[in-house]
T-cell receptor, first 116, second 110 residues
Framework: EAGVTQFPSHSVIEKGQTVTLRCDPI?????LYWYRRVMGKEIKFLLH????????ESGMPNNRFLAERTGGTYSTLKVQPAELEDSGVYFC??????????????FGEGSRLTVL | DAKTTQPTSMDCAEGRAANLPCNHS???????VYWYRQIHSQGPQYIIH???NNETNEMASLIITEDRKSSTLILPHATLRDTAVYYC???????????FGTGTSLTVIP
């Protein structure tokens, strides 16, 4: 069974440009999450989808970030316009069970974003 | 934001048990303790989780104190491939929002 896949693995863009990251969760997983680690900092939660609905987007840093999950399958995270401080690794994760009795999260390998 | 405290780094001899401690003194009664690890530049990997009873799976054992204020992750026979950063996480809320903290960097020495 395929795991969580993310694309691209690495993206280098200039400040002010737009980047779109994609995440394909494990088939059948309704829950999808985005996390990120910016330079020298801890891994931080960004948001959580249940199917196509945003369950919790409290970790989104500002309105330059837009996450979508049309049809409840794959998700995209767009950064527009990108700033230098957005550089880091963006992780996607999925899980089968949400809520209180949750199980484990399955993380992808991450998408490394470098903003010059 | 992190509600856990872990040593910054630890070493363990290959083949020996690795015991990674974690303090979570402010944990509430319905919060689970999770352990994840991140090997080099890969995505975090789930290891184990528990509420109040000790847990064991094919990867590790989790020992939670009776007052639940601390726990220990045990890798029974550490191998070089277990070298990673280990995160002890107390889950907040019901939406799977994990606070990873700084973790413990475990180095398994040949």
């Amino acid at each position: 069974e395929a795991g969580v896949t993310q694309f691209p693995s690495h993206s280098v863009i200039e400040k002010g440009q737009t980047v779109t990251l994609r995440c394909d969760p494990i088939s059948g997983h309704d829950n999808l999450y985005w996390y990120r680690r910016v330079m020298g900092k801890e891994i931080k939660f960004l948001l959580h989808f249940v199917k196509e609905s945003k369950q919790d987007e409290s970790g989104m840093p500002n309105n330059r970030f837009l996450a979508e999950r049309t049809g409840g399958t794959y998700s995209t995270l767009k950064v527009q316009p990108a700033e230098l401080e957005d550089s880091g690794v963006y992780f996607c994760a999925s899980s089968q069970v949400g809520g209180f009795l949750t199980g484990e999260l399955f993380f992808g390998e991450g998408s490394r974003l470098t903003v010059l | 934001d992190a509600k856990t405290t872990q040593p910054t780094s630890m070493d363990c001899a290959e083949g020996r048990a690795a015991n990674l401690p974690c303090n979570h003194s402010t944990i509430s009664g319905n919060e689970y303790v999770y352990w994840y690890r991140q090997i080099h530049s890969q995505g975090p990997q789930y290891i184990i989780h528990g509420l109040k009873n000790n847990e064991t799976n094919e990867m590790a054992s989790l020992i939670i104190t009776e007052d639940r204020k601390s726990s220990t992750l045990i890798l029974p026979h550490a191998t070089l491939r277990d070298t990673a950063v280990y995160y002890c996480i107390v889950r907040v809320g019901t939406g799977n929002q994990f606070y990873f903290g700084t973790g413990t960097s475990l180095t398994v020495i040949p």
